[in-house]
């Protein structure tokens, strides 16, 4: 496995492009699992999550064509209703063909996903939801198996608004039968994208983006074409990227509402933000930052898929920044990687307090999970001297081109691939 190398210190200018969102065409790419006839997903990211999405769709049956940023999907019939764990381990969000599944077929038998760096990640809400459709669920040796003769409509609601679990329930009862309520429901725009595409698929959703969502079980879906929603999380690791080297940034393909959290918090730090036609400019042009506090929640707060990031800018701000985690239990593994930069982070519970130092210096570290990996980057970008990361896969499952990208806007930065030494 290789490494990134970047040597800090310039000022990142010019523009760069947002790729489709990772957390948008995964369900989406599961959903396609719905119907006979074909669907076309338009602005579709070329990552290691969606290679390994589109493996389990296969071994399901679907034949799926590859085009340059667009995926065309057929799954005229079913040829297996398991997802093993040699995908699932790879990628949680391979559980989301569990919904799909037990509405097409009547049944799924998939992997347990079990915890990852980042928390234990339950799926307890998902399997809540089918129970309440009417699956019959039952814990095989590591996996899971749910079976429904027909799904029934029901009113559901969620303990914590679980973006997997509303996006799991809301697919397995397009096709149920009557009506399902989706109460507490995820209001992520990922939410709204899933939706939007099963409706164009002929499925009768009302309400994704709050916190109530009804279907209307209709009896098939249909094939669409649908283009996938800008990466917000990509978008605000630039305006990040941008923020801690002090440059100046136009982030096009995005959706400027989506960003919004993140904005506001970037403004409160000191970075200058304008909206332009094709995109969100940050300047921060010989400006000082100060250290502003943070606490992730669901959509509409602030992304715990943005911390990491906004702590590597926080440990080159003035003052101090106090970020609260309260989405994933261990959420800070890239804290000790942070100070082997020369941050200055303590951790107290679910939360870091972070003291601003005037620099951070290049030095070997690790992605410790895809958002570390992303922090991981932003520090070197500002560091002194030269950074090494390892573990890079993580962050290849959902960054597009991100070395092109930011050689593109003036960084230093380059992967380097470890040559194993032959053996005899
Ligand atoms: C592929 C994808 O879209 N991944 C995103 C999705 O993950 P994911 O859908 O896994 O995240 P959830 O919203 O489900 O998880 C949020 C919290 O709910 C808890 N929980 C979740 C399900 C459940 O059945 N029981 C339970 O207790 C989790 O442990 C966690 O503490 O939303 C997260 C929160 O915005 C993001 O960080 C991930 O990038
Ligand atoms: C945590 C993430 O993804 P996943 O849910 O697929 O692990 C992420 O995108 O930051």
Redesign the pocket.
């Known amino acids: 496995m290789g490494k990134i190398i970047i040597t800090g210190g310039k000022p990142l200018q010019g523009t760069i492009k947002v790729s489709g969102a990772?957390?948008a065409v995964?369900p989406i790419l599961a959903a396609s699992l719905l119907t006979t006839t074909q669907t076309r997903l338009l602005d579709v990211p070329n990552l290691a999550?969606v290679q390994v999405i589109s493996s389990v769709l296969q071994e399901l049956g679907a034949k799926i064509e590859k085009k340059p940023g667009e995926l065309l999907i057929s799954v005229p019939c079913l040829t297996g209703t398991e997802a093993p764990y040699e995908y699932v381990r790879k990628?949680?969000?391979s559980f989301l063909v569990m919904g799909p599944l037990l509405a097409r077929a009547g049944k799924a038998r998939i992997s347990l996903p079990g915890g990852?760096a980042?928390g234990t990640?339950p799926i307890d809400l998902h399997l809540k939801g089918f129970a309440a459709l009417g699956a019959d669920i039952r814990y095989g040796a590591g996996c899971i198996e749910a079976a429904a003769r027909q799904l029934t409509g029901a009113r559901i609601y969620l303990d914590f608004p679980s973006v997997?679990a509303t996006e799991n329930i809301m697919m397995a009862a397009v096709l149920a039968k009557g009506q399902t309520t989706i109460e507490n429901a995820a209001e992520e725009p990922e939410i709204v994208d899933l939706a939007n595409f099963l409706n164009s698929m002929g499925a009768n959703i009302k309400g994704a983006g709050t916190k109530v969502i009804r279907i209307d079980g209709v009896d098939r879906l249909g094939g669409a074409t649908h283009a996938v929603i800008p990466d917000r999380?990509e978008a605000g690791t630039y305006l990040v990227a941008a923020a801690i080297t002090r440059g100046n940034l136009l982030v096009e393909n995005v959706i400027a509402d989506h960003l919004k959290p993140v904005a506001a918090k970037l403004i409160e730090a000191g970075a200058e933000l304008t909206e332009e036609e094709t995109g969100v400019r940050v300047n921060c042009t010989g400006k000082v930052l100060k250290g502003v506090d943070i606490k992730t929640l669901p959509y509409p707060g602030f992304p715990?898929?943005m911390q990491a990031q906004f702590m590597a800018l926080m440990t080159v701000a003035e003052g101090t920044s106090i970020i609260t985690e309260t989405v994933?239990e261990n959420r800070f593994m890239h804290v000790s990687e942070l100070k082997r930069m020369g941050a200055k982070i303590k951790i107290e519970g679910r939360t870091a307090v972070v003291q601003g130092v005037k620099n951070l210096t290049g030095a070997a570290v690790k992605a410790t999970?895809?958002?570390a990996g992303a922090a991981m980057i932003l520090a070197g970008l500002a560091a002194e001297g030269e950074t090494a990361i390892s573990n890079i896969h993580h962050i290849d499952?959902?960054y597009e081109n991100l070395i092109e990208k930011l050689q593109g806007i003036g960084a230093n930065i380059r992967r380097v691939e470890e040559c194993v030494p032959a053996l005899g």
């Open positions: 990772k957390n995964l999550d990628m949680r969000a990852c980042i990640r997997g999380i715990t898929d994933f999970d895809l958002r499952r959902g």
